[in-house]
């Protein structure tokens, strides 16, 4: 296969991974959604700032010491995921509703055996029928081939919102 | 105005009754602005958030925009964020440094200290009408304790300390501002949400309200023992634990909640700093040894609170434990029904790295935008201002009666302030007495 063959057969296989992960957040089923992040995971969200001068930064990939809004790995999503099972969480009962759509999926690195993956997102999220919070960003994966399929080896989130219209009790 | 001239809460048989006007009415909230927010000290910045001349951050007072503008002169100032000319923003980043700050309209251009610098034409079209050296943006005053930095509009308003008040000053000195020997670090990346409520249901859950948290947080409660909790868990519930209030006719009414009393908080985080590594538990051993020097030969040995209000918008999270980020929020109020959070993560500066970085983590998993507490408390709130439009709904008022017969002495009166039960209302009783109190002064 040529090289515009494998990149095409690799991008329909991610744009699946894709479509099946938005299933199982949309479908509530956050414990099988957990399965899709590799052990070493580190999944981290942080805030927009805008910023003048020499501080200013490319946000997604700001690291080191902050104020997250999520700066997770396996073990506390695990938590935030067995925390919303226990059904005791009023954010979170009854569920909210949601409807993702994932798209602009750039294969960004394809150099090493771990592709490195930039797309677009929107969450529609609906709470007793009438509060409706829409939440739009991009994703940068880096995604680790694992049998057939993938895992999530890192996972950075950027908001395009810089006040964020609720507070989150859902996952991206 | 009704829900102002009503008696105050604290006289006659239904008097811890609140009417729910006081959540829901435009009039009312317009008054706040004026005669509240107008009139008191608000928190607009940490000093470590502009360390060097010419730093900024732009933040709100109320609904107001400012800067709060370190100069070349080294000096803190608060200017209105909001040009003489045509009343455009001057400043239009969170953060940043600048020698000036330019209006994007009519290029009227200001200096760091607030000064018109510059006005396009002066010359050639307003010749010499307008002396741009008597110009400069609305500055309201400004006070510093100890790296906060309060601004108020009102000339005449008391002193920022006896505003603060010298006992809940002492809670703030002990256990937050002369905790680290080098202050507080403020962390890039503070929160900004909103939440569908009234900014004084919020302001006064941070102040005094305990008693939510075993049912709205039993979702946290139920996960805590788990093995992923042990990095963000701490005694919220077992130990001595008590509230307190500091209320008097000199200062508007104060809180905190989680008074913790006892070495079994010590030990706890001693545990959870020797899972971090030698260098963190020297930290958590050094720091405690400084708090027994600060706490002197009281008998009653405090180890820290957890939250606070200061009157009216300023909270304060994460003060319970040694390896918690220190957090101030303030509650901006958006109307009858909303209110924008503004929370910054602090950590102390002189912790190794591996607490900070666990300080910065246990804020974020717990109360903060995306954590597993104020998710919870958005819901409730949210429902209960979806009540609030029914107009019968409107004619029931809040109920604020516990404790009310439980009379004014402080259950460990060594200590400064009104040391209360640990679950009490008797903080939102004196917040809405001092509020109601404010509102009806016309000048």
Known sequence: MCDLGKLTHLHGAITRFYAKETALLDDGDLKSWLKLFADDIRYTMPMRESVQGEDAVDLIDREGLQFYLFNDDKESLELRVERLYTGLAPGETPPSVTQRLVTDILLTDTSTDEVEVRSSFLVFQVRHDFHETIFAGRRMDRLRPMDDDFQIARRKILLAQSVLPRTVSIFF | MAVIDNESPDQGSESFLIESGLYTDEDVYQLELERIFGRSWLFVAHESMVPKEGDYITTFMAEDPVIVSRGNDGHIRVLLNKCLHRGNKVCLF?????????????????????GLGSVPLLKDSYMGDLDIGEMSLPAPRVANYKGLIFACWDKDVISLEDYLGEDF????????LDADPLGLQVLPGRHRYMMPVNWKLLAENFGGDQYHFASTHSSVIAISQRPEAGRIVHSEHSGEHYSAEFTSEKHPPHGLLQLAVGEQFYQEDMNMANGLGAEAASWVTNRHDRLQERLGDLKTRPYSFHTANVFPNLSM?????????????????????????????????????????????????????????????HENFERTSDNLRGWEARTVPFHYGMGKNSGSTSVLPELPGRVLPQISESYQRSFYRHWRKQMRQNV
């Open chain 2, 94 to 114: 969170d953060r940043g440094n600048a020698q000036r700050f330019r209006c994007s309209y009519h290029g009227w251009t200001y200096n760091n200290q607030g």
């Open chain 2, 169 to 176: 000053r002492w809670y703030l000195d002990t256990f937050l």
């Open chain 2, 317 to 377: 999270v994460g003060l319970a434990t040694a390896l918690y980020g220190r957090s101030l929020i303030v509650w901006q109020p958006r109307g009858p029904m909303r209110t924008e959070v503004w929370q910054w993560c602090f950590v102390e500066r002189s912790a190794p790295d591996s607490v900070k970085e666990r300080m910065a983590f246990t804020l974020t998993q717990r109360q903060a935008a995306a954590g597993m507490v104020a998710p919870d408390d």
